[in-house]
């Protein structure tokens, strides 16, 4: 009678084995067919970038920087909303210093002439991006100052233009940077809190 119990258990043991095989061989198949998939997918998406970043480099440029800039701007709204945007401005320079990436604003002594504040820049790359999201009025700290500045002017000139197209900009300093993908500068005026040009 033993012989029998046992022997009925392992048949239906065998059976229920034989049933679980066929359906853990098509959840296998099922999973390798999900991920033959989402990996085709994955490399469709990277040849669509590495087309684009051959074809296209200036618009996947602008694209990734302004997905950067709008992300930088939601996490200091998020992290620090009650503290205003800071920079760092660094000593004097030219394109050596500015290419140092030091995470300051260089100022450009190519950039001094009569009728042309101060000028420091930034690559947007290298830190300088943190200004392209701000606009006129918006108020500003510099490390080791006490002094609040605020956005007053701003200029957009094609790159390497003449000095001159900055004479009559308004306020005590101006910080510079280049848009991502796009042939031009951004060029903000931010003086201590004192009345802009209209204002006069």
Known sequence: MTTDVRATQTATE?????????????????RM??????????????AVF????????DLVDKTTGDVKVAVQK???????????????LGGEGGMLELDHCDGTFTEMITYRIDGVPPLF???NNCGGDVILGWELGQRVTVAGSDTV??????????????????????????VQTCFYGENKMFLALAPA???S???R
Do not use: C
């Open 121 to 123: 820049a930034a690559h």
């Open 193 to 195: 809190d004192s009345p």
């Open 149 to 174: 500045y605020e956005v007053v002017e701003e200029r957009h000139t094609p790159k390497w233009s003449n000095v001159e197209v900055l004479v009559g900009m308004s306020g005590e300093f101006m």
């Open 33 to 46: 067919r999900a991920l033959l998939l989402t990996s085709m997918v994955l490399v469709a998406l990277g």
């Open 50 to 57: 590495l087309a684009a970043s051959v074809f296209a480099p």
């Open 14 to 30: 065998d059976s229920h084995s034989a049933e679980e095989r066929p359906r853990a061989s098509r959840r296998v198949r099922r």
């Open 74 to 88: 939601l996490l200091h709204q998020l992290l620090a909303p009650d503290e205003l945007p800071e920079i760092r």
């Open 197 to 199: 040009e209209g204002d």
